[in-house]
């Protein structure tokens, strides 16, 4: 299981030291949201923003690009030390490419659905990405309510997974705190991503064991036993 803090939760006045928080407080992966303003409507930081925070952490870096355009931020991002980058399903014919360039800048591979978008679009691509990330709110916003509606998104994707004999992360992005990680854990989810009820809380640590420990009892082998 994959404890994913969403920096975008974080208090932006001090964003590298928000960081250290979070390796102190426990967080397996840092989350890093990248909003253009015309792919969804806001706007959040850059690679600038990258580098400072890959220069003060040890943290993996979970890179979600929101954004129109993302043939133009790829080497940014792989530049200013990315781990994963992660882009969009809606974008369409450009997937493909969008995904190879990913892994020739020697990055892990990840893909993106949102709530109304057919989970069946996500299937060819199965095979060269290295995490799926089914989004349970729309994007754009922190703070926003959980779509109970993608739990049988999630399933299908985690049914793939054990049925094609593969090996992606299953993220989980939007509304995520303590009780909807064990629904999401429940039909197959692993990496979970939380801004408000994360970094949104004073006790980063004691909210991240909170997240964990649920999830763990209720749903001890996602992969296995949880599908049934
Ligand atoms: C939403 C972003 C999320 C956001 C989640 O567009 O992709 O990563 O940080 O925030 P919460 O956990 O507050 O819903
Ligand atoms: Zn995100």
Not at 65 to 88: N, S, V
Not at 221 to 226: D, G, S, Y
Request: charged content about 20%.
């Amino acid at each position: 299981m994959i404890i994913v803090p969403s920096l975008l939760a974080a208090n932006h006045g001090r964003l590298t030291q928000e960081a250290q928080r979070a390796q102190r407080a426990g967080a397996d992966w840092l989350h890093l949201d990248i909003m253009d303003g015309h792919f969804v409507p806001n706007l959040t930081f850059g690679p600038g923003v990258a580098a400072a925070v890959r220069a003060r952490t040890r943290l993996f870096l979970d890179v979600h690009l929101m954004c129109a355009k993302p043939e133009t931020l790829l080497e940014p991002f792989a530049r200013a030390g990315a781990d994963l980058i992660t882009i969009h399903i809606e974008l369409g014919d450009r997937v493909t490419p969008l995904l190879w360039k990913i892994k020739a800048l020697g990055k892990k591979v990840g893909l993106a659905v949102n709530p109304p978008t057919n989970i069946a679009l996500i299937e060819p691509h199965l095979e060269r990405v290295d995490l799926v990330l089914v989004m349970t709110v729309n994007p754009g916003f922190g703070g926003q309510s959980f779509i109970a509606e993608t739990l049988p998104k999630i399933q299908q994707v985690a049914a793939w997974r054990s049925a094609k004999g593969l090996h992606y992360h299953l993220e989980v992005d939007g509304g995520i705190n303590h009780t909807t990680a064990v629904e999401c854990a429940r039909v197959g989810a692993d990496t979970f991503v939380s801004g408000t009820s994360l970094f949104g809380q004073r006790n980063l640590k004691s909210a991240i064991n909170r997240m964990r420990k649920a999830v763990t009892n209720e749903c001890p082998q996602p992969f296995l036993v949880c599908l049934q």
